[in-house]
């Protein structure tokens, strides 16, 4: 995996694709041979007008969220809202050493002249989804960049989002998330999109590693680097700057997330934050 370093840091603007219109999808491809810390995508309109976003590298969808759900996250990192430019970090935000912020930068092809290298990402793009309601969409993508590093693909951070019906009060498990996987080795963090989640819980392999009271959560976020946003649980194991803070799923057998809710939920966005390589 790349470990060094990146070196000095460019700001480069993507390729603008032939199209933008209500209804379409935008593509922006990611030149080889950069490393991405950064996106920065200038868009007009509403954050509701751009309903998904995803990154793809060679043929995985390593991030798939609307503009208003990586606003979100995003100011659960302490960024400032979008307000006409959202920002999509590939560096880990808000760790307390370089090495750890970076080490899940995107690393797309290699450097010049190398030889290629296995699980080396060789093609990747940003597509944007617009509403067929938007009025006047327009996009421009910026991207922060280093150059490209040996070792392929290296840590990538896979941002994965599914949907779960809570029928009422009482324990919800969340048991179906995929793990022990090579892509889906560590967690890193969730958002579960409610605020009537109690109590929240992790299992794994039938031994609990953590819980939590909604205030006790809430409190441990803001004492750390993160800041919980209304209508949102979230659980980050690295809230503290610890990069090395995750959950390994490696070699495990169950794995499950517990809400103690008071409440139903019809239709409950679950985004998952794993780390682990390109490919399962």
């Keep these: 995996m790349p470990g060094i370093l990146a070196a000095e840091r460019n700001e480069v603007k993507l390729v603008s694709p032939q199209g933008i219109n209500a209804g379409g999808t935008a593509y922006f491809k990611l030149p080889t041979g950069l490393r991405y810390h950064m996106l920065v995508i200038k868009y007009a309109g509403n954050l509701s007008d751009y309903p998904e976003l995803r990154v793809v590298a060679n043929t995985e969808t390593i991030r798939r969220v609307s503009f208003t759900e990586q606003d979100m996250m995003n100011q659960s990192d302490e960024l400032p809202a979008a307000g006409g430019l959202l920002v999509v970090p590939f560096d880990s935000l808000g760790m307390r050493i370089r090495e750890g912020q970076e080490e899940t930068a995107l690393n797309v092809g290699r450097p010049a002249g190398a030889d290629p290298q296995p699980d080396e990402i060789t093609t990747a793009e940003v597509q944007i989804d617009i509403g067929a309601g938007a009025s006047a969409p327009a996009l421009e993508v910026f991207a922060t960049t280093s150059a490209a590093l040996l070792g392929g693909a290296g840590l990538v951070r896979h941002v994965v989002k599914t949907t779960r019906q809570v029928g009422g009060a009482g324990e919800f498990d969340i048991q179906d998330l995929p793990f022990n996987k090579p892509n889906r080795a ?95």
């Excluded at 609990?208 to 205030?215: G, L, P, Q």
Aim: charged share 25%; no cysteine; net charge positive.
């Design 186 to 280: 560590l967690v890193r963090r969730a958002f579960f999109k409610t605020s009537k989640a109690d109590k929240i819980e992790i299992y794994r392999d039938n031994v609990k590693i953590f819980e939590r009271t909604a205030t006790l959560n809430a409190r441990r976020l803001t004492m750390g680097v993160r800041t919980q946003q209304s209508g949102w649980t979230l659980i980050d194991k690295t809230e503290d700057g610890y990069s090395g803070s995750r959950i390994s799923t490696i070699g495990v057998q169950d794995f499950r997330f517990r809400l103690n809710m008071s409440g139903a939920e019809a239709n409950m966005p679950v985004i998952t934050e794993y780390l682990g390589t390109l490919k399962a």
